[in-house]
């Protein structure tokens, strides 16, 4: 699917991609296939690209339209506009305590039942494991 990007003038294209991996902006690993945004051919020098997920292609999609610029640039202004919003700064890793702090009680309870899960799990493993281990070596 290509699609140009703005209402008024083109500006750069947008490729799904097949391939999964990072996101350009997020640095999350979506399920959903990647974006590739391209610069338009007016941009003097070397073009630009980036692989996006789904929702930071829409930001920069809304950031675009809402800026309303007529510079060949405006994708990269908005790519840079939405990345300064969504970093991986911005998200605190699961070690941080911000993390737990905003974490939702849905979320925690998700979280508790896959721990309890994942132990009643590991346990039974990890003894057949040893068991097939011990037997081996006789």
């Known amino acids: 699917m290509d699609r140009a990007f703005g ?10 991609l097949k391939s999964r ?10 399920r959903e296939p990647m974006n590739a945004l391209e610069e ?11 692989v996006t997920c789904e929702r930071c292609t829409a930001a920069v999609e809304m950031e675009m339209q809402r800026a309303n610029l ?10 840079a506009s939405v990345a ?10 699961v070690w941080d305590e911000a993390y737990w702090a905003n974490l939702s009680d849905e979320q925690c309870t998700k979280l508790v039942k896959a721990w309890i899960l994942g132990m009643f799990i590991m346990a039974p493993a990890v003894f057949l494991v040893v068991t097939v281990l011990a037997s ?3």
């Open 7 to 16: 209402a008024d003038t083109f500006n750069g294209t947008r490729h799904r």
């Open 84 to 93: 300064s919003e969504r970093g991986p700064n911005d998200h605190p890793s």
């Open 136 to 138: 081996a070596q006789r």
């Open 21 to 30: 991996g990072r996101c350009a902006i997020c640095a999350r690993r979506p």
């Open 40 to 50: 338009s051919a007016a941009v003097s020098g070397a073009r630009l690209s980036w």
């Open 70 to 79: 007529r510079t060949p640039l405006r994708t990269r202004m908005a790519v």
